[in-house]
């Protein structure tokens, strides 16, 4: 009997724990420098027991070079509010990916450099209209143009 309240109190201390740091989305982040492209793979697991939604969008990442935040230059355009439409739905224990190009985004600096990128942990749940607090996630890579950057705005 004292084994099975143990358990019981073990397992409600971990929901709550898991409740307190609100993560439903175990995410991760890949940069790799394919010829003279930065591509940064995102990837996201639901770890919750039920549906989550994510932005089909480019995911909020930072790029720092010294600890200073490297300047967007992607396309920055006005738009309303997010519909559901704008999010796909992942199921308990689903995946999605989003691989996309972000060398035109950043003002990457001419010759050799070691960039910070940072993934955003936080997750808005369009459904519920609650934010979540998660997790962020950090890499370093190295890339080197000799290209001046493109200004799109």
Do not use: W
Request: hydrophobic letters at 35%.
């Amino acid at each position: 009997m004292k084994y099975i309240m143990l358990l019981i109190i073990l397992s409600i201390c971990h929901s709550s724990f898991a409740d307190d740091l609100n993560t439903f989305v175990e995410k991760s982040l890949q940069i790799t420098v394919e010829k003279d492209s930065v591509i940064a793979l995102a990837s996201y697991k639901n770890i919750s027991n039920e549906n989550i939604y994510i932005l089909k969008d480019r995911p909020n990442i930072y790029i720092y070079l010294n600890n200073k935040s490297v300047d967007f230059i992607g396309v920055i355009y006005k738009r309303s509010e997010p519909t559901i439409d704008d999010y796909q739905k992942i199921p308990p224990k689903g995946k999605a990916f989003r691989k996309f190009d972000i060398t035109n985004y950043f003002y990457f600096k001419q010759g050799l450099h070691t960039y910070k990128a940072v993934l955003t942990g936080g997750y808005v749940d369009p459904i519920k209209d609650v934010f979540f607090y998660g997790k962020s996630k950090t890499i370093f890579f190295n890339y080197k143009t000799d290209k001046k950057p493109i200004h799109d705005n």
